[in-house]
């Protein structure tokens, strides 16, 4: 698990600087990693923050209606529907194509789309500023800018782009973490290209054949989530030399990937570059005479065998049931031990605690050589510091009162519960900041308060320039930003959920983060990859 191991400690610096993930790729990030973020040809949209609590004056997106996309027990339905026979429509041309307040470049955000999402519009032109291309109006509300999107539903990035972010699976993309640099590609490879831009694959092969951490043997079927078939074993493949006999429609013949990504243009096969510190997300992969490429999301082909599959935690939460009793904990250190009382009321160590199971517990503590401890119904006891207690809220604040959802985030325990009125109906572990109670304006811990949700990606970048901790995670998944640069997410690189872990942020595990992300206003409209509440967004109570 070394290499995982790096990523999370690179993690620790992402949550705060990338504050808004997305404004990177249309502005540049200087000094961002190698790997350059994809554009499309269109017109710069002017941005603030988004880290930042919009205003309260931007219009209301419609409130989810209906069943879940995703319950809280982790079923889901079909997402998106599809769109009516003969209505206007209009497709995302760019990675981050803007859906603005009114029509004009420099207007609020009220979300955005991903190039490939294909949206109801009106057809009647609208006049703007700083489009030259003309602005459409589109459903459920906003105004997009011909340029960063396209009336041409056969564009070549449309047709390409068809792979929508998988709302049913724990992870949205195929991920992987590079664990070797190397060029990424815009056509299938020759043997030239790839003596020209990997001379030393050879001996990189070589070690990554016999590598049992990162290498040939570790996770292939991961890279084919997609496939009916089987991966083939990847070094019979290699021996063999083997290619998939049906390609992607835009490599055949020599084909190039469409110019979704600004290095995919020109007449060379290389298009940029990734870093060993890049993590990338995938929507596809094939393989070309015995080696593996994957299909990034910005359309690019990268070598599989400089990645490191990426499975993420099996863990999560679960929804509370209507007869649980209060209060219950969730076991949150692996070495977990019942302790009962022996002579002289000294507690000795009995039976262990499975890991990551739920106690019912009394309410009762008691303290021996200053130690906690809960009492367990049936008998025994078990220490406080390697459970994550749940209680309902003594005092329910007023929008508990008046029927909101809202999440509480207990910093010490390192637990969150979901609340539905008074009602829990959630529960889970998670990391925030791994300075713990500090003062989160000087170190890494996560900022305390009442806050409201109010920007959502389905998957956003985060990065990091400080220099020794340079890095670039594309599409980490369901993001929530509920003030400043803090945000609720996925994190799929450690699984130490129940310990602080974090540069800030709070961390969930993926099925946590995709059952909650559903659950919070505000919702995602069909087709949109992410949206903008402003003040009416779920509420986050964060203490300690």
């Known amino acids: 698990m070394r290499v995982l191991g790096l990523l999370a400690c ?220 089987p991966p083939p074993s990847p070094l019979l493949a290699l021996d063999e030399k083997r290619s998939d006999a049906e390609l992607p429609w835009f490599l055949q013949n020599g084909g190039r990937v469409p110019p979704l990504a600004s290095a995919s243009s020109g007449d060379t096969a290389k298009a940029g570059e990734f870093s060993r510190r890049n993590g990338i997300s995938f929507v596809d992969t094939l393989l070309w005479e015995g080696r593996r490429y994957n299909v990034g999301v910005d359309l690019r082909l990268y070598p599989a065998d400089r990645f490191r599959p990426i499975k993420g935690s099996d863990f999560h939460g679960f929804r509370i049931p209507q007869e649980a009793r209060m209060p219950f904990a969730i076991v949150k250190s692996k070495k977990a031990r019942i302790v009962r009382e022996g002579p002289g009321g000294k507690l000795i160590p009995d039976e262990p605690v499975p890991w990551r199971t739920t106690v019912q517990t009394t309410g009762r503590q008691r303290v021996q050589k200053g130690k906690y401890y809960d009492e367990l119904e049936g008998g025994g006891w078990i220490a406080d510091d390697e459970v994550a207690r749940v209680e309902v809220a003594r005092k329910m604040p007023g929008w508990a009162n008046d029927g909101e959802k809202w999440i509480d985030v207990n910093v010490t325990r390192q637990i969150l519960v979901a609340y539905e009125g008074t009602k829990p109906v959630y529960a889970t572990l998670v990391s925030t900041g791994e300075a713990g109670l500090d003062d989160p304006a000087k170190t890494r811990s996560t900022k305390r308060g009442i806050f409201r949700i109010h920007t959502k990606y389905l998957s956003a970048k985060m990065d990091s320039n400080v220099v020794g901790e340079e890095f670039e995670l594309r599409d980490v998944p369901y993001v929530q930003y509920f003030t400043e640069g803090y945000a609720l997410h996925a994190a799929y690189w450690h699984d130490v959920f129940g310990q602080p872990k974090s540069h800030g942020c709070i961390n969930l595990a993926p099925e946590d983060a995709r059952r909650l992300f559903f659950w919070t206003e505000p919702q995602i409209p069909a087709q949109w990859h992410g949206a903008v509440k402003g003040k009416t967004g779920t509420v986050i109570f964060v203490h300690p």
């Open 10 to 229: 690179l993690l620790l610096a992402s949550c705060r600087r990338e504050a808004d993930p997305q404004a990177a790729s249309a502005a540049g990030t200087p000094g961002s990693a190698s790997l350059t973020s994809a554009e499309a040809p269109g017109p710069k949209v002017g941005r603030k923050d988004e880290g930042s609590a919009p205003s309260s004056d931007l219009p209301s997106l419609p409130k989810g209606e209906g069943a879940p996309i995703v319950a809280l027990d982790g079923s889901s339905r079909p997402w998106p529907p599809p769109l009516p026979e003969g209505v206007a429509k209009i497709a995302a041309l760019a990675m981050d194509t803007p859906v603005l307040a009114t029509p004009d470049v420099f207007a609020p955000r009220l979300g955005t789309l991903r190039a490939g999402g294909i949206v109801e519009m009106d057809p009647k032109p609208v006049s703007g500023k700083g489009c030259t291309g003309g602005f459409r109006a589109i459903k459920p509300l906003g105004f997009v800018c011909i340029g960063t999107a396209t009336l041409d539903l056969n564009h070549p990035v449309v047709r390409a782009s068809t792979r929508r972010p998988d709302h049913t699976q724990r992870m949205p993309y195929i991920y992987g973490l590079a664990t070797r640099g190397g060029p990424a590609y815009a056509t299938l490879p020759s043997a030239k290209d790839l003596s020209t831009f990997e001379p030393n694959l050879k001996t990189h092969l070589a070690r990554w054949a016999n590598d049992p951490v990162s290498g040939a043997s570790y996770g292939p079927e991961i890279w084919t989530r997609y496939k009916s078939e």
